[in-house]
């Protein structure tokens, strides 16, 4: 569910202007609302496109979304709880209302856990107990190995993929369908397109990653070569993925064509950043990652071959 998290953080870096406190706000910014958008959104495509010739239970999408809202809200706030003394070393998170001190600690926790624990046992009972466990996994991934992995390792980045894709497989599950090809090829898509997504956003805050002990695979890539390399090779991996539903037969010319192209794309304004390490070129890079996303999806909606 990171994917969210750090997009929100680059947006909320290049605004303008401190605005009042309140609770309401301080509790909305601690479950990140707005950030985890994302999330429902890809879960509701999964739910969507599982559907297909099966038909659609309104009230099922319902719970599903419902019961992912709340986990992933839940999750943000043992985030928050885990990462205050880093979010107070940097400027963009400094306001949040654990590390500027408006927010006890022990709410936050009764937050996380209440919410966390309303998800999983929601979509236990309302949806299927599939769709709870991946909603488990995603947490405990997300909150007690990605999050203390920042710390130590690079490879932080890969590990937070993880949780940014299961929730299509939530929706999938959620709309009865068995895993098979199909939702594993929604996991792989989002799972590759989170990793240019992150490098950008990293790379035009690597000063602050690095200052506050954060270790990415930015950091000391002062040129941008690494960094603008790197989500190049995962692009073009992204593009090399999306062609496998012409082999498999479950999406159809739209998006063999369509689907690859984007992730070119990507991949030639990650080159065009490797090249002149300008911030205008990875903030085109890290845009284009926000592009790629609904623009996929949408393809993907009208591409899907129906399966009964």
Do not use: C
């Given at each position: 569910m990171d994917a969210a998290n750090q997009t929100g953080d680059h947006a909320k870096a290049e605004s303008s202007g401190p605005k009042p406190h309140n609770f309401r706000r301080d509790l909305v910014v601690l479950m990140k609302v707005r950030l985890n958008i994302f999330v429902l959104i890809t879960t509701f495509f999964g739910f969507i496109l599982a559907s297909r010739g099966m038909g659609f239970d309104w009230m099922k999408l319902l719970h599903t979304l419902l019961g992912t809202a709340a986990a992933a809200f839940g999750s943000a706030a043992f985030n928050q709880l885990m990462e205050v003394d880093l979010d107070?070393?940097?400027?963009?998170?400094?306001?949040?209302?654990?590390?500027?001190?408006?927010?006890?600690?022990?709410?936050?926790?009764?937050?996380?856990?209440?919410?966390?624990?309303?998800?999983?046992?929601h979509l236990a009972v309302k949806v299927g107990h599939l769709a709870a466990y991946f909603t488990a996994a995603t947490i405990a991934?997300?909150?007690?190995?990605?999050?203390?992995?920042?710390?130590?390792?690079?490879?932080?980045?890969?590990?937070?993929?993880?949780?940014?894709?299961?929730?299509?497989?939530?929706?999938?599950?959620?709309?009865?369908?068995?895993?098979?090809?199909?939702?594993?090829?929604?996991?792989?898509?989002?799972?590759?397109?989170?990793?240019?997504?992150?490098?950008?956003?990293?790379?035009?805050?690597?000063?602050?990653?690095?200052?506050?002990?954060?270790?990415?695979w930015s950091n000391g890539d002062l040129s941008g070569k690494k960094s603008g390399l790197l989500s190049a090779m995962f692009a073009i991996s992204l593009a090399a993925f999306s062609i496998i539903p012409a082999f498999v037969g479950f999406a159809n010319i739209i998006w063999t064509v369509g689907g690859p192209l984007l992730a070119l794309i990507m991949a030639a304004l990650a080159f065009g950043f490797a090249n002149d390490g300008q911030r205008s070129s990875a903030r085109r890079l890290f845009f284009s990652t926000l592009l790629y996303l609904p623009l996929a999806l949408t393809l993907l909606a009208i591409a899907w071959k129906t399966r009964a």
């Amino acid at each position: 569910m990171d994917a969210a998290n750090q997009t929100g953080d680059h947006a909320k870096a290049e605004s303008s202007g401190p605005k009042p406190h309140n609770f309401r706000r301080d509790l909305v910014v601690l479950m990140k609302v707005r950030l985890n958008i994302f999330v429902l959104i890809t879960t509701f495509f999964g739910f969507i496109l599982a559907s297909r010739g099966m038909g659609f239970d309104w009230m099922k999408l319902l719970h599903t979304l419902l019961g992912t809202a709340a986990a992933a809200f839940g999750s943000a706030a043992f985030n928050q709880l885990m990462e205050v003394d880093l979010d107070a070393r940097m400027k963009r998170t400094a306001d949040r209302p654990l590390p500027a001190r408006r927010m006890d600690p022990l709410a936050a926790f009764g937050v996380g856990w209440i919410l966390s624990a309303i998800g999983i046992i929601h979509l236990a009972v309302k949806v299927g107990h599939l769709a709870a466990y991946f909603t488990a996994a995603t947490i405990a991934i997300y909150v007690f190995v990605y999050t203390p992995l920042k710390r130590v390792h690079s490879s932080n980045t890969l590990v937070g993929a993880i949780p940014g894709a299961i929730p299509p497989l939530i929706g999938w599950v959620g709309a009865g369908r068995g895993l098979g090809w199909e939702a594993w090829f929604l996991f792989g898509v989002l799972f590759l397109w989170q990793l240019p997504h992150f490098i950008a956003i990293n790379w035009l805050h690597r000063a602050e990653y690095e200052a506050a002990g954060y270790k990415m695979w930015s950091n000391g890539d002062l040129s941008g070569k690494k960094s603008g390399l790197l989500s190049a090779m995962f692009a073009i991996s992204l593009a090399a993925f999306s062609i496998i539903p012409a082999f498999v037969g479950f999406a159809n010319i739209i998006w063999t064509v369509g689907g690859p192209l984007l992730a070119l794309i990507m991949a030639a304004l990650a080159f065009g950043f490797a090249n002149d390490g300008q911030r205008s070129s990875a903030r085109r890079l890290f845009f284009s990652t926000l592009l790629y996303l609904p623009l996929a999806l949408t393809l993907l909606a009208i591409a899907w071959k129906t399966r009964a």
